[in-house]
Nanobody
Framework: VQLQASGGGLVQSGGSLRLSCVASDRAFSSIGMGWFRHAPGKVRELVAT???????AYSDSLKGRSYISRDDDKKILYLQMNDLKPEDTAVYYC??????????????????WGRGTLVTVSS
């Protein structure tokens, strides 16, 4: 599945952004999906997951201020992020999950990565 994320940008602390990730393959609807972020000097972090249905999970860093959703007809994955903080600054990627423990942010993404989108939160 080829993936392309968009919707990032520069936002002030406390602001909101909605990220989108468009998939090119019909396989999108049959796999769990995840949002990842990679901040400078840090390891890549899995921050939100959703299974083939609607079961979602969030990392502690995003819990309570983010919402992951998917539109299988349009093959789009979304991440609504609210009350953004400077520590949310990162490049955000989406990817299919080769394995996923449903209801958690534990799993293994597929090996291929698409284009990410940069989120910059100013204080």
């Amino acid at each position: 599945v080829q993936l392309q994320a968009s919707g990032g940008g520069l936002v002030q602390s406390g602001g909101s952004l909605r990220l989108s990730c468009v998939a090119s393959d019909r396989a999108f609807s049959s796999i769990g999906m995840g949002w990842f972020r990679h901040a400078p000097g840090k390891v890549r972090e899995l921050v939100a997951t959703i299974n083939r249905g609607t079961a979602a999970a969030y990392s502690d860093s995003l819990k309570g201020r983010s919402y992951i959703s998917r539109d299988d007809d349009k093959k789009i994955l979304y991440l609504q992020m609210n009350d953004l903080k400077p520590e949310d600054t990162a490049v955000y990627y989406c990817n299919g999950m080769k394995s996923l423990i449903v209801g958690t942010v534990r799993g293994t993404p597929f090996d291929s990565w698409g284009r990410g989108t940069l989120v910059t939160v100013s204080s």
